[in-house]
Nanobody, 120 residues
Framework: EVKLLESGGGLVRPGGSLRLSCAAS????????MSWVRQAPGKGLEWVSA???????YYADSVLGRFTISRDNAKNTLYLQLNSLKTEDTAIYYC??????????????RGQGTQVTVSS
């Protein structure tokens, strides 16, 4: 059974930081590109970041320089470090196995999400 289990979300003040984790199981994690997407209240899915199977990273312009994606293949875990958070970063964050790096309309696998709320 494939599982993607996100954790690390929460309530943080503007300018704060969080580290999201995604524990993967049931598939060959090492061989797949992985991504983070998010959904803000009342909006559609937005692509945030991706890392391919050799570790090359990609970011949306809105998070470039503030967020860092990484993966630990020994632990089958994907991470997203969120720094300098803004209120507009408030969303449910999902980790996913995308068919293409910037996919938002379909996924091979996708987790249940973790809520990030940025508010003073």
């Amino acid at each position: 059974e494939v599982k993607l289990l996100e954790s690390g979300g929460g309530l943080v003040r503007p300018g704060g930081s969080l580290r999201l984790s995604c524990a993967a199981s049931g598939f060959n994690f090492v061989g797949y590109s992985m991504s983070w997407v998010r959904q803000a209240p009342g909006k559609g899915l937005e692509w945030v970041s991706a890392v391919d199977s050799i570790g090359t990273t990609y970011y949306a312009d809105s998070v470039l320089g503030r967020f860092t994606i990484s993966r630990d293949n020994a632990k089958n875990t994907l991470y997203l470090q969120l720094n300098s958070l803004k209120t507009e970063d408030t969303a449910i964050y999902y980790c996913a196995v995308p068919p293409a790096l910037r996919s938002t309309d379909e996924f091979i696998y996708r987790g249940q999400g973790t809520q990030v709320t940025v508010s003073s």
